[in-house]
């Protein structure tokens, strides 16, 4: 269990910092996208001079049919979002840091990452696992920041993209219920070409004059308005979903659209970027163009000059403010009212839903990623250590709990329940993916021959390994999905067997969940009727220890 006093030197170790570094072809790309349209601006500016832009001449709507002022509903989602959006960025911070790596490709293989916040080069000689490669934030930036868990940080994350997305449906579908979405949506080709003109004063350092916000935007503001919103917004979403082991294990062409999974996740930061590069020049010119006036529209929706909306604007940021004082305590200190109530809010959705959609995507022989990341403690136990050192020939797996028949089955007993080879994607929590083949049977062939009794809805996996802070591994999985038909007890990857560090001699694959859900070093596997009462009763290790959901299929 992390230490709750919150200890700089051991939460937030000056060896596991963020770090940036990307490589040299994407940087030289980044910046010849920033630079280039600058710099055009400027030959424009040197050879024919600033474009001219039509002053705004009126400050009331040009056709009786325009849309002005600010409604009450724009100016209240407008906070909702700017408040959500904050733990949004910051939360989702928190998850990129515990793999702090962005790939074009699915397999993660180390050294193909364009984009990384870590200086570590991943070592060859000896096992390095995602949790070794995990890096920290500053709470200063990060949700919940230092040592805390990813657990906490996805809460976070998810209960606000909940209501981000309720709040951003409702924006949207009030702005075509009013004449409000013509400020936003263009409807002219021209917009372009205007929109340039703008920035050519921009970027050379000169102001237009500009038109009442009140009543109309300038084209470049409309502009980005209309790109935060109608695309940049789609596509977090989209991407996000694409992260989800459900949704890609149960539809191959969905994470396809965006190129892969880690591609969606790659996509999902630029977003973030694309936001960051909205937010700044946003926030500057609300300054430079009239602060007052311009935080009286949002604020109250009046076109006044005067310091209400500014001052009234201010207490709203720092109550935002006071709410990320508010998460980051609520993170610390009350972590399991944070997971309760995850639980209560998503749980539905992933039970009804996601839990519900049987995985059948499966990879070909020439998918398999070269180099799939190992995650876990190695077993240390004296019993684990012995069987391993006889090639696991006195291993027995114990099969107990609420059943008519438990049994204790040798590695050559377990090969007779039948024998299923898959190709999937694992999805690690951390945000890594690869695929592998794996070998073994399917857990309902076990189920069948166990007989669990009627109140039976848990099956537990108990590890010879340890959890992140001691202590038994296992985890648990409804009986629902220990039955799905791609739901294997694995002796077997990549057409070998299991190798030690991947879970010898046996581990679960589970595939419409993360990697977390499925127990390596198997021991046993117990039925019971709830997760409640086994470990602290959260449903596994991580979920006791780093308040991970006890579904985990987002
Ligand atoms: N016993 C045990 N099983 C475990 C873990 C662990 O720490 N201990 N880690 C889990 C996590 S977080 C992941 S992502 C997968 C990783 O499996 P791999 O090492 O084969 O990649 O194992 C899971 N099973
Ligand atoms: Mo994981």
Known sequence: MPDTRLNDKLLYPSD???????????FVFFAVLGIVPVLVAWVQFFSIGLPSIPSPAHTIPSSVGDPFGFPVWIRLTHFVNFFLMVLLVRSGLSILMDHPRLYWNDHCTPGSDW?????????????????????YLSPWIGLPGFRHTVGIARHWHFLSAFFWLANGLAFVALLFCTNQWRRLVPMDWQI?????????????????????????????????YFGVVFMVAPVTFFTGLAMSPAIDNRFRWYPRLFGGRQCARSIHFLALLGYLGFLIPHITMVAITGLSQNMNHIVFGTDATDPAGLLVGLIGIGLVVGACFLTHWVSWYKPRLLQYTFRRFLGPFQRRFLNRMATQVEFKKQNISPYFWPNGKM??????????????????????????????????????????????????????SGIAHWGGFPMAKLIALVKPKAEVGTVVFHSFGEGHYGGEYYDSLSLGNAKHPQTLLAYEMNYEALSEVHGAPLRLRVENQLGYKMVKWIRAVEFVRSECTVGKGFGGKNEDDEYYPIVANI
């Not at 340039?196 to 502009?223: C, I, R």
């Not at 077993?379 to 050192?389: A, F, G, K």
């Not at 080879?421 to 929590?429: L, N």
């Open 16 to 26: 596991r910092r963020m770090w940036v570094s990307m490589k040299t072809p994407y």
């Open 115 to 135: 984009l990384r916040f870590t200086p570590v080069e991943v070592p060859k000689d000896r096992v390095w696992t995602a949790k070794d490669d995990s890096r």
């Open 192 to 224: 372009g070409a205007d929109a340039w003109n703008v920035f050519v004063h921009y970027a050379t350092f000169h102001l237009p004059s500009e038109p009442d916000g009140f009543y109309k935007y300038n084209p470049l503001q409309q502009l980005s």
């Open 379 to 432: 077993p240390v136990s004296e019993d684990w250590t012995q069987l391993r050192e006889t090639g696991f020939k006195n291993y027995r797996l114990k099969v107990f709990g609420l059943v008519e028949n438990p049994v204790e089955l040798s590695l050559a007993d377990l090969r007779e329940l039948g024998k299923q080879d898959q190709i999937t994607m694992h999805h690690c929590i951390q945000g890594w």
